[in-house]
């Protein structure tokens, strides 16, 4: 089976800085990782996706996660953030053979602050 | 284009009723469909899986018979939940996968949110 450890339920950051989520995952098979962001009473919208190859991945709005496959962390940055990325984001991961469960993490507010 | 859209956004109703939540593919066929439930600050729990044309499967300890899941059709699933009490009060969140799409991808709706008076 498995899990997301999404070891920060809230990060504070002010507007410009760096910023970096951090997530774990456990597994005994091959994965897909995922991070989604959620904005208030809204579903969940597809950031970046690693599936395999490069295990620097750029997604959108200047998110970028690195896969480290012997840490097994999927850790998603941003250089700079805007108060515009103030929500919720989710990490996420299903096994990359059959089945489309995904299995998300308690998922990480973040809080720009101006 | 992969819009998923979701009806009600916002329901509320009395304890006892049944409510009927929709979960269409506006563009595209999604041959499956997921039921995710949301609690205020926390992730989100798969429910139930459906295919279309046939039987959802329900994750453990979620109630089949409370959460009725219909796949009718290719571009849409319905979550009825039946004797609604305050403890349903959830939001309530489906996504589809494309028929013709990477095997990867997930199509979110903007959830429903339920409050049980």
């Known amino acids: 089976a498995q899990s997301v450890t999404q070891l920060d339920s809230q990060v504070p950051v002010f507007e410009e800085a760096p910023v970096e989520l951090r997530c774990n995952y456990s597994s005994s098979v091959s994965v897909y990782l995922f991070w989604y962001v959620q904005y208030p009473n809204q579903g969940l919208q597809l950031l970046l996706k690693y599936l395999s190859g490069s295990t620097l991945v750029k997604g959108i709005n200047g998110f970028e996660a690195e896969f480290n496959k012997s840490q097994t962390s999927f850790h998603l940055r941003k250089p700079s953030v805007h108060i515009s990325d103030t929500a919720e984001y989710f990490c996420a991961v299903r096994k990359d053979t059959g089945g489309f469960k995904t299995i998300f993490g308690a998922g990480t507010r973040l809080f720009v602050k101006a | 284009g992969a819009v998923v859209s979701q009806h009600p956004s916002w329901v509320i109703c009395k304890s006892g009723t049944s409510v009927k939540i929709e979960c269409r593919s506006l563009d595209f066929q999604a041959t499956t469909m997921f039921w995710y439930r949301q609690f205020p600050k926390q992730s989100l729990m798969l429910m139930a899986t459906?295919?279309?044309?046939?039987?959802?499967?329900?994750e453990q300890g979620v109630e089949k018979d409370k959460f009725l899941i219909n796949h009718a059709s290719l571009t849409l699933s319905t979550l009825t939940v039946t004797s609604a009490h305050p403890e349903d009060s959830s939001f309530y969140i489906c996504?589809?996968?494309?028929?013709?799409?990477?095997?990867?991808?997930?199509?979110f709706g903007p959830g429903t949110r339920l409050t049980v008076t």
């Open positions: 996504s589809a996968r494309d028929r013709l799409g990477a095997s990867y991808e997930q199509y």
């Open positions: 459906s295919n279309e044309g046939s039987k959802a499967t329900y």
